[in-house]
Nanobody, 120 residues
Framework: QVQLVESGGGLVQAGGSLRLSCAAS?????MAWFRQAPGKEREFVAA????????FDADSVKGRFTISRDNAKNTVYLQMNSLKPEDRAVYYC????????????????WGQGTQVTISS
């Protein structure tokens, strides 16, 4: 089992930045971020491989969000810049012992979520 604990959400103005963190209880192969806006399905945001050599980003966040990880701390980060009102959502950390994928079903472990709210 893996426990994931997110932090860093909050309220920010449009155009601002936030950094989310997710600490895992052990090292795990792939770590990722998803988000879920009100009334919408949970969607993939970004993922990073165990070595941190490879990252994958959704088109909607390319050039604005950056995923990174610190394996010494078993922690993954999501740096979010140039935030837009449409980025408002609950952000979930996810992890799997397998290779990355963009589907919810590909991740066995989930955090509790952290709210990100954008004011215009």
């Amino acid at each position: 089992q893996v426990q994931l604990v997110e932090s860093g959400g909050g309220l920010v103005q449009a155009g601002g930045s936030l950094r989310l963190s997710c600490a895992a209880s052990r090292r795990i192969f792939t770590m990722a971020w998803f988000r879920q806006a009100p009334g919408k399905e949970r969607e993939f945001v970004a993922a990073i491989s165990s070595s941190a050599a490879t990252t994958f980003d959704a088109d909607s966040v390319k050039g604005r969000f950056t995923i990174s990880r610190d394996n010494a701390k078993n922690t993954v980060y999501l740096q979010m810049n140039s935030l837009k009102p449409e980025d408002r959502a609950v952000y979930y950390c996810a992890a799997t012992d397998h290779v990355w994928g963009p589907r919810v079903q590909q991740y066995e472990y989930w955090g509790q979520g952290t709210q990100v709210t954008i004011s215009s």
